[in-house]
């Protein structure tokens, strides 16, 4: 029976764990798609209004600002750090919200005996409580139950 208990365990383990890693890569993902945009534009605002202003009025300065500021558009280092920033920032915001079954789910695959089954246990209690809270909505406020207070 001990091997039967401790292949279930196991088994719980790798689901919670591949269960969070997914949700920490899908965030970081999303994050770092709306992190790259923000530097994009920001870094497109700078440049417009630098191009629009000019100290005196000539020619030769506006073409070489036209220039220099299709030269920094181009750039494609700004928005991969953006990128990479945003995909580490939503991440780790992923891991730390989902901090519990993290740990339930290191219990259950690093340990054994009494320890293992407790994460196995943990992580039943955090599924259920998410298949009440987020599914069903049970114990969730939402907007509507706001405004009707």
């Not at 870094?43 to 020619?59: C, G, N, P, Y």
């Not at 009494?114 to 039943?124: M, P």
């Not at 599914?135 to 509507?144: A, E, L, Q, R, S």
Request: glycine share 12%; with cysteine; net charge positive.
């Amino acid at each position: 029976m001990g091997i039967v208990s401790n292949i279930i365990c196991k088994t719980a383990g790798i689901a919670g764990m591949g269960a969070v890693l997914y949700d920490a890569y899908t965030v970081g993902s999303e994050q770092s798609y709306r992190t790259s945009q923000k530097y994009t534009a920001d870094r497109f605002e700078k440049i417009v209004s630098a191009q629009r202003t000019l100290t005196d009025e000539s020619h030769v300065a506006s073409a070489m600002q036209n220039k220099i500021a299709d030269l920094r558009m181009s750039n494609p280092l700004i928005p991969f750090w953006g990128r990479v920033k945003g995909f580490f920032e939503g991440s780790l915001e992923s891991l730390g919200n989902n901090i519990i079954p993290v740990a339930c789910a290191s219990l259950a695959l690093l340990t054994k005996g009494f320890l293992s089954k407790a994460g196995a246990a943990g992580l039943g209690g955090c599924a259920l409580y998410a298949i009440l809270n987020e599914g069903f909505g049970i114990g969730k406020n939402t907007p509507i139950d706001e405004a009707q207070k």
